[in-house]
C-alpha cells in the first residue's frame, strides 16, 4: 500500500467490507411489537400534580385554622405571695419607688424628713 | 407516512442500516441487531416521525445513531464499570473490545476495519457514510446533525490519517 492511495482505493475497500457485512447480515424482520405502556401525558401529570398541592394545601389550611382548646385560668389563682414577701420591703422604699422632679423642692424635702422620721420608727420599734 | 409504507422503506434500507448500525456499535453484532429492532420499533410506532424534510434513508441513519448512542449511555450507566471503557459511537473503543475479531473477514476488510479503529469517533461516521454507504458530504452532515464545513474538515482529515494507517503501518 502507497502513501499515494487515492479515494478509489479507499472506496474499494469499504466495498469489499461492504460486501462481506451484506453477506452476513441478517434478513430483516418486522419488529414485535411491544406491550403498550401506559402513558401518562404531561399535561395530565401536570394537573394531577397540581390537585396533589391544592389539596395539601387546603389541607393544611384547614388544619391550621381550627384554634387548639384553650383552657381558661382565673388570674386570682395565680397570685401568690412569698412567706418571706416582707423582706423585700427595706426602709425608704417608698421613697425608692417615687421619681424627683427638678426644680420642685418643697414636696420633696418634706418627703425626705418624712422618710426620715419613719425609719427612726422603725429602729425604735426593733428595738422595743 | 402509513405504517405499510414504513415497512417497506425499512425493509429497503434494511441492509444498509445493518452495516451503520455495525458502525456505530463498533462492530458489535449483537448490540447492532438491538439497536437497528429498536430503531424499527421507535420508527413504526411514532416515536421518531419522519418529517419528508431529507431522505428517508439520511433520517433513518440519524434515528440509529441516536439510538445507538442512548443504549451506549444506558449500558454505561448499568455496568457501572469505570465509564472510560464503555465507547459511544463519537469516542475510541474500549481497550478490550476487538470488532475486527468479532467477525469474519478477509485480509483486506480486517487491515482496513482495524485502520478505522484508530481514527476519531467523527472521521471514521463520516467516512464510512461517504464511502460505505455512498452519501454525499452534505448527507452524511445530515445523518450526524453538523455543518456541511464540519463535516467536509471530518472526511478530509480522516482520509488522510486512513491512508497514514494503511500505508504506513503496513501489517496493522
Aim: glycine letters at 8%.
Amino acid at each position: 500500500m502507497t502513501q499515494d492511495m487515492n479515494d478509489n482505493d479507499l472506496r474499494d475497500r469499504f466495498r469489499v467490507l461492504q460486501s462481506e457485512v451484506e453477506r452476513t447480515a441478517p434478513p430483516y424482520r418486522r419488529p414485535a411489537n411491544r406491550p403498550a405502556r401506559v402513558r401518562l401525558a404531561p399535561a395530565w401529570l401536570a394537573a394531577a400534580a397540581l390537585a396533589t398541592l391544592v389539596a395539601g394545601a387546603v389541607w393544611i389550611a384547614t388544619r391550621n385554622g381550627t384554634p387548639p382548646p384553650q383552657t381558661l385560668v382565673g388570674l386570682d389563682a395565680t397570685w401568690w405571695v412569698t412567706p418571706t414577701d416582707f423582706l423585700l420591703t427595706t426602709p425608704g422604699t417608698d421613697l425608692l419607688r417615687s421619681v424627683p422632679t427638678l426644680g420642685v423642692t418643697e414636696g420633696a424635702a418634706d418627703d425626705a424628713s418624712q422618710a426620715v422620721n419613719d425609719t427612726a420608727e422603725l429602729t425604735e420599734r426593733t428595738r422595743s | 407516512m402509513h405504517r405499510p409504507d414504513l415497512e417497506a422503506e425499512l425493509e429497503r434500507h434494511h441492509r444498509a442500516a445493518f452495516g451503520w448500525a455495525l458502525s456505530c456499535c463498533g462492530w458489535d453484532r449483537t448490540q447492532a441487531e438491538d439497536v437497528l429492532q429498536t430503531s424499527y420499533l421507535k420508527v413504526l410506532e411514532g416515536r421518531a416521525t419522519f418529517g419528508g424534510r431529507s431522505a428517508f434513508r439520511t433520517w433513518l441513519f440519524g434515528v440509529i445513531r441516536r439510538t445507538a448512542l442512548e443504549q451506549s449511555r444506558r449500558r454505561a450507566l448499568l455496568r457501572l464499570v469505570p465509564l472510560g471503557t464503555v465507547a459511544g459511537p463519537n469516542e475510541p473503543r474500549a481497550a478490550g473490545h476487538d470488532p475486527v475479531a468479532a467477525l469474519e473477514h478477509g485480509e483486506t476488510t480486517r487491515q482496513l476495519m482495524a485502520a478505522l479503529e484508530f481514527l476519531p469517533g467523527r472521521q471514521r461516521e463520516v467516512l464510512h457514510l461517504v464511502f460505505y454507504e455512498d452519501m454525499s458530504i452534505s448527507q452524511a452532515a445530515e445523518v450526524l446533525g453538523l455543518g456541511v464545513g464540519t463535516v467536509r474538515t471530518h472526511y478530509e482529515r480522516g482520509k488522510r490519517r486512513l491512508r497514514e494507517l494503511l500505508g504506513g503501518r503496513g501489517e496493522l
